[in-house]
């Protein structure tokens, strides 16, 4: 009986530690990881795995971003910044909107009538009269919501992308245009 109960002790330490080694990365790993995404230039494909991007995301973002999950609406989604500035992917720092085309869609999702490049992103082939055609960051592939061809003039386009998938940069003063140089930090 002693036996038994040391082995399933031994068991139950080896589970209990080898899970706490897989849910608690180090920092260091965060930090090579990191570094070896802002080594590659914004003009260039991430290929990062999902291990390494459950290091470099939130549970929320992993869930939305890698496993195409829709977060929650919430007020904040149609809030309108009158800034000058862009959204950038929240995973890779691709620049994918200009705050200048965001609108209030009444959904509770960030809405924008046009990407700020069509290259920016990525429309999968597939439509559904439900969730419209999926919207991915064409650089590293993170899913970021879905477009709608509800939208206003000049596209009637409406791209419902998810908050956590989403940076908000604002410009710097005195500059002429808000996209960020392959040189700047990443979120």
């Known amino acids: 009986m002693e036996r038994t109960v040391q082995f399933l002790l031994g068991v139950s330490v080896c589970i209990a530690f080898f899970a706490c080694s897989r849910a608690h990365p180090s920092n260091v790993d965060a ?4 570094a070896k995404l802002d080594a590659i230039p914004l003009d260039q494909k991430v290929d990062l795995t999902n291990k390494e991007w459950l290091v470099l995301l939130s549970p929320q973002q992993f869930y939305v971003m890698r496993r195409a999950g829709t977060e929650l609406p919430s007020l904040s989604g149609n809030a309108l910044d009158h800034r000058n500035g862009i959204y950038v992917c929240s995973a890779c720092g691709n620049p994918l909107y200009s705050a200048e085309t965001k609108f209030n869609s009444g959904t509770g999702w960030p809405s924008f009538w046009q990407p700020i490049r069509k290259e920016a992103i990525h ?3 597939t439509f559904s009269a439900i969730f419209g055609v999926e919207i991915s960051c ?5 899913h970021l919501g879905h477009v709608f061809n509800d939208g206003p003039p000049p596209t009637g386009l409406r791209y419902c992308m998810n908050a956590v998938a989403l940076t908000y940069r604002e410009a710097s003063a005195g500059s002429a245009a808000a996209l ?3 040189d700047q930090n990443r979120p």
């Open 180 to 182: 960020p140089r392959a």
């Open 138 to 142: 064409a650089r590293c592939g993170s």
């Open 31 to 34: 930090a090579q990881i990191r």
């Open 123 to 125: 429309e999968s082939s």
